[in-house]
């Protein structure tokens, strides 16, 4: 057995949660048989009964909040109530999936000079999934219960700081009564990975994480001729025009900017404002910033837990002396909290330039820019200026300016008068840097699924 690698630290104290070994090479094979065996036994099932397992999988998530929730905090700080609603929506969207995909999932019959013609859609195989530890469960049932239905099995390497929750999600799908291997848990390293992507029983690969870690798991699927799906990094505008409800729009931004203590692709990253709300806006927004609490994310009555790791924490330290060091002025000064744990206090800047950090990168905590902007061209601009393009929100009245909005603005999802989030109804996933391919809905469905025409002659 090799040394330990993947080590849990609890966010909140920085005590040592577990220590897990890596598996071995003999391990890693067994896994692989495993999924494989189990993808030849959900190919021998209907849709319907893989339905019925998904809603069987709902049931256990139901049945269990609490353990799944307080592991998540413990285990990577999120604030317990916020852990609560990621297991709960984890079991809805297993359901929507079992309620709607079958109607996805049916052939698509296409006129043409054939007697019949139609197109199906049958699942690969093993798909590898490298997923992030922000939202430890609702990451792989995102991916997986889409899949699942569509008849592909998983091995999943899951971030090295949430391994206790990596293995309790693969327990969990057996104990709804899934097929053993349905999903594999796998701790290894980045060549065993490598191996893993390129062993011929993996049919395709999908990633959530950093840019540089998925466009390099991207580049060797690619080499050995696999799909990838990429969901990576986003600096989403949440932009307010002076038309806009300005109350909602305030506590949405708020909610937006601190869900799961700023640690979310989706997350607002960057605050327009039209300029003649610009100043009432950030003396409200940071009103409401202020009021944000902070400490064991246990307690119910603090809503901002820790920053997952020691390491994120300094990293968004240093984009915000660098943000501040460019000329960006602290409307709300805040920063890392001394102390035991990983916190860090929101922090609201205002005077950002075009090519100030704060502007340009991915902020993956509470610290929020407030831009202003002239008109409708400019916040396009400005939206649009970044390498990003995972989302966006859209405050106005006005529903001709929200549609050209919804055309003109570069990302995967557009959101009016709402803060973005990911639903199983619909289609999710980004452009540009952010990514490609799609999850959820029937879009998402289709992706790991081999659409396989079938022609009948006269």
Not at 147 to 163: D, I, Q, S
Not at 292 to 299: F, I, R
Not at 367 to 391: K, M, Q, S, W, Y
């Amino acid at each position: 057995m090799n040394a330990p690698l993947y080590r849990s630290l609890n966010p909140a104290t920085g005590e040592l949660f577990g220590s897990f070994a890596l598996h071995s090479d003999t391990e890693v094979e067994a896994g692989l048989i495993r999924s494989w065996s189990a993808w030849a036994k959900l190919r021998a099932m209907t849709i319907a009964e893989r339905a019925n397992l998904l809603r069987a999988l709902a049931d256990r998530l139901d049945a269990h909040v609490e353990d799944y929730a307080r592991l998540m905090t413990l285990e990577m700080g999120k604030p317990i109530n916020e852990a609560r609603g990621e297991i709960k929506k984890c079991a809805a969207t297993c359901r929507t999936t079992a309620d709607l995909g079958p109607q996805w999932l049916e052939p698509m019959t296409v006129p043409s000079p054939a007697k019949a013609s139609r197109i199906r859609y049958e699942g690969l195989g093993p798909i590898f999934a490298v997923m992030p530890w922000n939202f430890p469960f609702w990451q792989v049932i995102r991916f997986f219960a889409p899949a699942f239905l569509a008849g592909n099995t998983t091995v999943v390497k899951h971030a090295e700081n949430v391994p206790a929750c990596a293995d309790a999600i693969e327990a969990v799908f057996r104990e709804a009564g899934m097929p053993d291997g349905t999903v594999v848990n796998l701790r290894v390293d980045h060549p065993t990975a490598a191996k893993i992507i390129a062993d011929e029983r993996i049919r395709s690969v999908t990633v959530t994480g950093s840019v540089r870690a998925g466009r390099s798991v991207a580049a060797t699927a690619g080499s050995v001729g696999k799909k990838a799906v990429l969901e990576l990094g986003g600096s989403d505008p949440f932009i307010i025009f002076a038309d806009a409800d300005f109350d909602a729009a305030v506590k949405t931004a708020i909610a937006a900017r601190l869900n799961n203590s700023g640690q979310s692709c989706v997350c607002a990253k960057r605050f327009l404002v039209e300029k003649s709300i610009a100043p009432r806006f950030t003396e409200a927004f940071v009103e409401g910033m202020r009021k944000a609490t902070w400490g064991d994310p246990l307690d119910e009555k603090h809503n901002l837990g820790p920053l997952a790791r020691a390491d994120l924490r300094s990293g968004l330290q240093s984009q915000l002396d660098r943000a501040l060091a460019g000329g960006a002025k602290a409307a709300l000064t805040g920063g890392t909290v001394d102390g035991p744990g990983f916190f860090f206090a929101p922090v609201i800047l205002t005077d950002v330039a075009d090519d100030n950090v704060a502007a340009r990168e991915e902020l993956f905590g509470p610290v929020a820019p407030v831009i202003p902007f002239a008109d409708e061209a400019d916040a396009l601009r400005i939206a649009n200026g970044t390498e990003f393009g995972l989302a966006a929100a859209v405050w106005t009245a006005d529903e001709d300016r929200a549609h050209r909005m919804e055309i003109a603005v570069e990302a995967g999802a557009v959101f009016i008068n709402d803060m973005v989030r990911s639903d199983a109804h619909i289609s999710f996933g980004g452009i540009k840097a952010s990514g490609y391919g799609r999850e959820l809905g029937k879009v998402g469905i289709h992706e790991f699924t081999n659409a396989k025409t079938v022609w009948i002659g006269k």
